[in-house]
């Protein structure tokens, strides 16, 4: 009897990796983006203290985050004010919250308990390419 080989997954490509580390960069401005729009929707604005209880991290390095956004044209705010988002900003939010709704609900019609399908999608949701968001879609409107 012959064994059966095992194949060996195909070698991953520079464009490959230049694409994850990519995401990785836009990971952060996804995530504040949403967390600002979800605290201004909840209790009318957003604020460094109420990021800093988000995220659980010091004041220091939400305000360094927040100073990168306003950089890159994501936020506005000013010493002591709320944190506006631009409209850039707000589109940032409203696709990351897609993204993680589209595979939350995916993970979720796997039967995934949704503790874990939760915590999975915070990170599967910067990656997933729009055609796999589709695939994920049209695979959560089989099953309902």
Same mark, same amino acid.
């Given at each position: 009897?012959?064994?059966?080989?095992?194949?060996?997954?195909?070698?991953?490509?520079?464009?490959?990796?230049?694409?994850?580390?990519?995401?990785?960069?836009?990971?952060?401005?996804?995530?504040?983006?949403?967390?600002?729009?979800?605290?201004?929707?909840?209790?009318?604005?957003?604020?460094?203290?109420?990021?800093?209880?988000?995220?659980? @991290?010091?004041?220091?390095?939400?305000?360094?985050?927040? +100073? %990168? !956004?306003?950089? /890159? #044209?994501?936020?506005?705010?000013?010493?002591?004010?709320?944190?506006?988002?631009?409209?850039?900003?707000?589109?940032?939010?409203?696709?990351?919250?897609?993204?993680?709704?589209?595979?939350?609900?995916? @993970?979720?019609?796997?039967?995934?308990?949704?503790?874990? +399908? %939760? !915590?999975?999608? /915070? #990170?599967?949701?910067?990656?997933?390419?729009?055609?796999?968001?589709?695939?994920?879609?049209?695979?959560?409107?089989?099953?309902?």
């Amino acid at each position: 009897m012959t064994k059966a080989r095992k194949s060996k997954p195909p070698a991953s490509s520079a464009n490959e990796h230049s694409t994850v580390r990519g995401k990785h960069k836009t990971e952060a401005a996804e995530d504040y983006c949403e967390a600002i729009a979800d605290l201004i929707d909840e209790t009318g604005e957003a604020r460094v203290v109420g990021l800093t209880k988000r995220f659980g @991290l010091s004041h220091v390095t939400v305000s360094r985050v927040v +100073a %990168r !956004l306003q950089r /890159e #044209g994501l936020v506005r705010t000013a010493p002591y004010q709320p944190i506006e988002l631009t409209p850039r900003g707000r589109r940032t939010a409203e696709d990351s919250r897609a993204r993680h709704r589209a595979v939350l609900d995916f @993970l979720l019609a796997l039967g995934i308990d949704e503790r874990t +399908a %939760r !915590l999975d999608a /915070e #990170g599967i949701e910067h990656h997933v390419s729009p055609a796999t968001l589709k695939a994920f879609a049209r695979f959560v409107a089989r099953e309902r």
